[in-house]
T-cell receptor
Framework: AQTVTQSQPEMSVQEAETVTLSCTYD???????LFWYKQPPSRQMILVIR??????QNATENRFSVNFQKAAKSFSLKISDSQLGDTAMYFC??????????????FGKGTHLIIQP | NAGVTQTPKFRILKIGQSMTLQCTQD?????MYWYRQDPGMGLKLIYY???????DKGEVPNGYNVSRSTTEDFPLRLELAAPSQTSVYFC??????????FGDGTRLSIL
């Protein structure tokens, strides 16, 4: 079984600053996917970014980018030019490729990110 | 495009009552999932389905049942509600090896 650990329960930064959220995982799988999901107070689960383990290049989506270190089993999320709307819970999640995603995602406990005006 | 639709959004049950949480997706996804989210925790997988007529247990299946008679629908059944089942429930769907799309969740309280 795999585990996902997010060691920062809460973080707070000023608007426009850059913030990095940490995530480590443990697995014996060679092929997998990693995700960051955002959960604002509305409770929706919103996909932020996705990384395929076989790709060495780090994924980016506008102001969001990841630092994927496969050997270290680390998958951090960097948010640049943070905005008030980025305030939310952020979850790191793991998915095995072998099952095609059929057996679901394994989530970390989340990091509550607060962007201060 | 509705995506994944869950009903109801909120529900209060008494201990021992039963209910069904409904989930429908209109994206023709083959995979569907049910998760629960307890306070301060990430989501945990209850059940999943790889297609109509096929379901399997996830990490926390006790106290729940599911069925999948069509591609679109994946209802979750609580037979004898217990206080430990107070949680927020999310339904999700996806294609093979693609990100999951989530519904807006159902907040369930059992008193």
């Amino acid at each position: 079984a795999q585990t996902v650990t997010q060691s920062q329960p809460e973080m707070s930064v000023q608007e426009a600053e850059t913030v990095t959220l940490s995530c480590t995982y443990d697995t014996s799988e060679s092929n997998y996917y990693l995700f960051w999901y955002k959960q604002p107070p509305s409770r929706q689960m919103i996909l932020v970014i996705r990384q395929e383990a076989y790709k060495q290049q780090n994924a980016t989506e506008n102001r969001f980018s990841v630092n994927f270190q496969k050997a270290a089993k680390s998958f951090s999320l960097k948010i640049s030019d943070s905005q008030l709307g980025d305030t939310a819970m952020y979850f790191c999640a793991f998915m095995k490729q072998e099952a095609g995603g059929a057996d679901g995602l394994t989530f970390g406990k989340g990091t509550h990110l607060i962007i201060q005006p | 495009n509705a995506g994944v639709t869950q009903t109801p959004k909120f529900r209060i049950l008494k201990i021992g009552q039963s209910m069904t949480l409904q989930c429908t997706q209109d994206m023709n996804h083959n995979y569907m999932y049910w998760y629960r989210q307890d306070p301060g925790m990430g989501l945990k997988l209850i059940y999943y389905s790889v297609g109509a007529g096929i379901t399997d247990k996830g990490e926390v299946p006790n106290g729940y049942n599911v069925s999948r008679s069509t591609t679109e629908d994946f209802p979750l059944r609580l037979e004898l509600a217990a206080p430990s089942q107070t949680s927020v429930y999310f339904c999700a769907s996806s294609y093979t090896n693609q990100p999951q799309h989530f519904g807006d969740g159902t907040r369930l309280s059992i008193l």
